[in-house]
C-alpha cells in the first residue's frame, strides 16, 4: 500500500476542516431556530406580589368625577344642567370593584355567552363607585340627548378568551328592566351604554362608550382617575 502523497494529505485536511465548520453552522443555525420559535410560546409568568398588590392600590385609590370639571365648565352648565346637579362620592370603604386572586369579578356568573361572563353589580360594584360611574354616565346621556340610565340595571361583564379583549372588565348600563332584558338576553341593543376599566401606570381609567343605533349616534369619552376628561376618545389611546 502507497503512502498519500503530500498533497492528498492537505486535501483530506482542507475536506475534514470544511465539513466540521458547516456541521458547526449548521447546528448554530438549528438552535437559534429553536430558541426563536419557543420563545413565541414561553409561559406568562406568574404575578408576583408587588404586582398583585399594584393590582389592589388601583382598585383602592381616591378617583374624581368628571362632574368635577364639568361644573365648571360652560358645556357642563349649559347642556346638562340635570346631570350637573349630581354630587357623586369620590371614594369610600371598599375597593372600587370586588375581584378574586385571577382579577375575576368576586361573585357568580349569571349569565354566560361565548364572549361574555355576566355578573350582578351587587357585590362586585361598590356602591359608592357605581353612583359615581351613574352620574359620569349620566352627564354623557345629556350631553348626547340620551335617556338616563338607572342604577337598579346594571350588570358587570367579563371577557372570555373567546373575546377580542380577554380579561377586561366592563359595566354596562340600562334605563330600565325591559330595555336590560332585550339587550343581555335577546342580544339586541339599540342603544347601548358602557364602560371600560383600563389600567394605566398607577391608576384606573374610565372608558365610556354610548351608541344608538336609529341616530347613527357613536361616542367615546376617557375620564382619568383625577376626573380628567378625554373628548372623543377612549382610554386605551390616552396616555
Given at each position: ?7 492528498q ?7 475534514l ?6 456541521s ?11 430558541s ?8 406568562v409568568?406568574?404575578k ?12 383602592n ?13 360652560k ?11 349630581a354630587?357623586p362620592?369620590?371614594?369610600?370603604k ?16 349569571v ?17 359608592w363607585?357605581?353612583?359615581?360611574v ?6 354623557f ?30 359595566l ?17 341593543c ?19 362608550f354610548?351608541?344608538?343605533?336609529s ?11 383625577t376626573?380628567k ?5 377612549t382610554?386605551?389611546?390616552?396616555d
Amino acid at each position: 500500500m502507497t503512502k498519500p502523497s503530500l498533497q492528498q494529505s492537505r486535501f483530506f485536511s482542507i475536506a475534514l476542516l470544511t465539513t466540521a465548520l458547516l456541521s458547526f453552522i449548521f447546528l448554530t443555525a438549528c438552535s437559534d431556530d429553536k430558541s426563536g420559535k419557543e420563545s413565541k410560546f414561553l409561559p406568562v409568568p406568574d404575578k408576583t406580589q408587588a404586582d398583585k398588590k399594584t393590582d389592589e392600590d388601583l382598585l383602592n385609590r381616591r378617583v374624581e368625577s368628571v362632574l368635577n370639571e364639568g361644573l365648571s365648565s360652560k358645556e357642563g352648565q349649559q347642556e346638562a344642567p340635570r346631570a350637573s346637579k349630581a354630587r357623586p362620592p369620590n371614594s369610600g370603604k371598599e375597593p372600587m370593584l370586588m375581584l378574586d386572586k385571577t382579577l375575576k369579578p368576586l361573585g357568580e356568573v349569571v349569565y354566560h355567552s361565548d364572549k361574555l361572563d355576566y355578573y350582578e353589580c351587587k357585590g362586585v360594584v361598590a356602591p359608592w363607585f357605581l353612583e359615581l360611574v351613574v352620574a359620569e354616565m349620566n352627564y354623557f346621556n345629556e350631553l348626547a340627548e340620551l335617556h338616563f340610565v338607572d342604577p337598579k340595571t346594571c350588570i358587570v361583564t367579563f371577557a372570555t378568551e373567546k373575546s377580542l379583549t380577554p380579561g377586561r372588565i366592563s359595566l354596562q348600563l340600562f334605563e330600565n328592566a325591559k330595555q336590560f332584558d332585550r339587550c343581555i338576553r335577546n342580544e339586541e341593543c339599540p342603544v347601548f351604554r358602557t364602560v371600560n376599566f383600563v389600567p394605566n401606570r398607577k391608576a384606573l381609567y374610565r372608558s365610556y362608550f354610548l351608541s344608538e343605533i336609529s341616530r347613527k349616534l357613536i361616542q367615546h369619552h376617557c375620564v382619568t382617575d383625577t376626573g380628567k376628561w378625554h373628548k372623543d376618545q377612549t382610554c386605551y389611546t390616552v396616555d
